[in-house]
């Protein structure tokens, strides 16, 4: 059983920064990809960044390269999201998810990801 606890999210200013933690649960957690998915309201779920088992490789969605950092610390079972720059359009509830990963390749995509926390909530003020 897997299981992923995000937290850290609330409000913020426009240019203001945030972490966001994911707790994951699980005996193989250094063995899985971990990904960052937001969803606005009425919109569908979308892509933000992965990173590696190891942590040595990520991958951003084009809307958040050179502001959002995802980093992961596998000894203490979290993987992070640092957003810096944040706009009123990165306004949404932020997931973490997790796959059992076959390969070095990163994926982007929501089916690719069949384990899923709650989400929090972000919020970015004008």
């Known amino acids: 059983q897997v299981k992923l606890v995000e937290s850290g999210g609330g409000l913020v200013q426009a240019g203001g920064s945030l972490r966001l933690s994911c707790a994951f649960s699980?005996?193989?957690?250094?063995?899985?990809?971990l990904g960052w998915f937001r969803q606005a309201p009425g919109k569908e779920r979308e892509f933000v960044g992965a990173?590696?088992?190891?942590?040595?490789?990520?991958y951003y969605a084009d809307s958040v390269k050179g502001r959002f950092t995802i980093s992961r610390d596998n000894a203490k079972n979290t993987v992070y999201l640092q957003m810096n720059s944040l706009q009123p359009e990165d306004t949404a509830v932020y997931y973490c998810?997790?796959?059992?990963?076959?390969?070095?390749?990163?994926?982007?995509?929501?089916?690719?990801?069949?384990?899923w926390g709650q989400g929090t909530q972000v919020t970015v003020s004008s």
């Open positions: 699980g005996r193989t957690f250094s063995t899985y990809h």
């Open positions: 990173i590696s088992w190891g942590g040595r490789s990520t």
């Open positions: 998810a997790a796959r059992d990963s076959g390969s070095p390749t990163l994926r982007t995509a929501v089916y690719e990801y069949p384990y």
